[in-house]
């Protein structure tokens, strides 16, 4: 089989699954893991987000989709010349990722044969079943099984941690220009690891909000996790907004209970490292209860 992954989550779950023979192709985000790294990209977004702040590319993205109906575009000439027979997307958030819609449209272009398959993920169990999904049109399903297996009793362990812990109040936030609070998977991963998301619906889009908005939740947690932005990046901008943040979170940040974490590999994308968005997260809010959780990188104190 030749995959063709537009989806970094979807990479990351063929890696996971040993197919990486298999993978023909990855989109222009897929970082990660770096064994797979030079394979040729077939999508770009339509501007450069590089170096840009945070309100910028929330503009820019705004713009291409009001203009185009998309923020990326795909190769078709460079995908075609790879010659997959399966192409893994998703529906989930046309911001984010390749939709499946563009997917489609390329499908059409190289021909019968090449099958579409959408990874459309909302909760952490959707994430689990869309490994098992990749397995299962990859032809392994048995080791989908083995994969979850190994992720779920992760997530059990994390779990446990927090059991019977006090849950603190957590406000995490998603971007900060303008701010948004987490949707979809990350405010279970909140309560996976022992604490209250404040704000954001699990299973839901992810949401704009006002700082006024977020003055009134006197969190004793802060979580700052930009989407697609790494751990220094994302410093960069709680630097930016600290004048906002002290005002939304100033219990958090004068008991040292305000983070930076790596939005981008561990809670911003829907795949197997998930999990270890769940135990960093359990390993900030209980530290005493997962101490052999590695940070470094990962996480930092603001």
């Known amino acids: 089989m030749r995959m063709a992954s537009l989806l970094a989550s979807a990479t990351e779950m063929v890696c996971a699954l040993g197919l990486e023979d298999h993978l023909v192709a990855i989109s222009h985000e897929c970082d990660y893991p770096p064994e797979v790294l030079d394979r040729p990209r077939v999508s770009r977004p339509r501007f450069d987000p590089a170096g840009l702040p945070s309100g910028a590319i929330d503009a820019a993205v705004r713009q291409a989709m009001a203009r185009y109906g998309a923020v990326y575009q795909l ?40 099958r579409v398959v959408s990874l459309d993920a909302h909760t952490v169990a959707d994430i689990l079943e869309a490994i098992r999904v990749v397995a299962t049109v990859a032809g392994v ?30 406000l995490a936030i998603e971007w900060l220009d303008p701010p948004f609070v987490p949707g979809h998977w990350v405010p279970e991963m909140i309560e996976l690891a022992g604490g209250r998301c404040l704000a954001g619906a699990r299973g839901r889009p992810s949401r704009q909000v006002s700082w006024d908005e977020l003055a ?28 906002e943040l002290l005002r939304v979170a100033p219990r958090a940040l004068e008991g040292a209970q305000a983070f930076v974490v790596d939005g981008s590999a561990y809670f911003n994308r829907s795949g197997p490292r998930v999990v270890d968005g769940v135990e960093i997260l359990a390993a900030l809010l209980h530290p005493d209860r997962m101490p052999t959780v590695d940070l470094a990188g990962r996480a930092e104190a603001l």
């Open 216 to 243: 009134v939740l006197d969190p004793e947690v802060l979580i700052v996790m930009p989407c697609g932005f790494g751990l220094a990046r994302a410093r960069e901008e709680a630097e930016t907004h600290a004048a």
């Open 141 to 170: 399903p048995e080791r989908g099984e083995q994969v979850v297996a190994s992720l779920e009793q992760r997530l059990g362990r994390a779990r446990r941690a927090g059991g019977g812990a006090d849950r603190p109040g957590v």
């Open 75 to 114: 190769d078709e000439e460079r995908l075609r010349a790879v010659g997959p027979d399966l192409i893994l997307t998703q529906a989930v958030c046309a911001v984010c990722a390749v939709p499946t819609s563009l997917a489609e449209q390329a499908a059409q272009v190289l021909g019968a044969g090449v």
